[in-house]
């Protein structure tokens, strides 16, 4: 596609539910993160995939936090029994092989509110 | 460990004046550098970047140096327009670290008419 898409744009839970949050990169880019920017953090590196490599998920705050990319494209991001400190705009952002800097291209992100 | 300084803000400015916002870094190794703007209501775009020391990266009208002796790549621009209020981010990522990036916390300028 033309840029990274997220769904949904928005996504109003209770908390102890679970939700799940959809990215799917630019086509052809290997490398996919997630980050999550709230107010009280700033912006937080979340987990990356780089192909059929295992997933860094140094960045995931507990384990009720996880993700999984099927097919090297499309990506997952699960909260099962959100908090209210899990809300926040969760970013995805892919990145192209043989990009020089490694510049990351950023989808419009999910806005998650637990009430 | 890794880490980005940036000025806070709010920056407000009136219409054609001189912008500087501060950014200073620690890294292991030789880091990648990026300037980030999310205007209101937008997603986070890159607006410039540089990969190695002395490089200076530029995208409408800003720019910014890399500068390995004082570890810092503030960006400027000479001359705001009301269209360039929106959050600015900082940024780095270093190879040896899967170029995840780290953040500064983001200034928001305001550029008045």
């Known amino acids: 596609g033309a840029g990274v898409s997220q769904s949904p744009s928005n996504k109003v839970t209770e908390k102890g539910k679970d939700v799940e949050l959809r990215c799917d990169p630019i086509?052809?880019?290997?490398?996919l993160y997630w980050y999550r920017q709230s107010l009280g953090q700033g912006l937080e590196f979340l987990i990356y995939?780089?192909?059929?490599?295992?997933?860094?998920k140094s960045g995931l705050p507990s384990d009720r936090f996880s993700a999984e990319r099927t097919g090297g494209s499309v990506s997952t991001l699960t909260i099962q029994r959100t908090q209210q400190e899990d809300s926040a705009v969760y970013l995805c952002?892919?990145?192209?092989?043989?990009?020089?800097?490694?510049?990351?291209?950023f989808g419009p992100g999910t806005r998650l509110t637990v009430t | 460990g890794n880490s980005v300084t940036q000025m806070e803000g709010p920056v407000t400015l009136s219409e054609e004046a001189f912008l500087t916002i501060n950014c200073t870094y620690t890294?292991?190794?030789?880091?990648?550098l990026f300037w980030y703007v999310q205007y209101p209501g937008e997603g986070l775009q890159l607006l410039l970047k540089?990969?190695?020391a002395d490089d200076k990266g530029s995208n409408k009208g800003f720019e910014a140096t890399y500068r390995k002796e004082t570890t810092s790549f503030h960006l400027e621009k000479g001359s705001v327009q009301v269209s360039d209020s929106a959050v600015y981010f900082c940024?780095?990522?270093?190879?040896?670290?899967?170029?995840?990036?780290?953040w500064g916390l983001g200034t928001s300028l305001a550029v008045n008419p």
């Open positions: 952002a892919s990145r192209g092989p043989g990009t020089q800097g490694g510049e990351q291209y």
């Open positions: 086509s052809g880019h290997t490398a």
């Open positions: 995939f780089q192909g059929n490599s295992a997933p860094d």
């Open positions: 890294a292991t190794g030789y880091p990648s």
């Open positions: 540089a990969t190695k």
């Open positions: 940024a780095l990522s270093t190879a040896g670290n899967n170029r995840k990036l780290i």
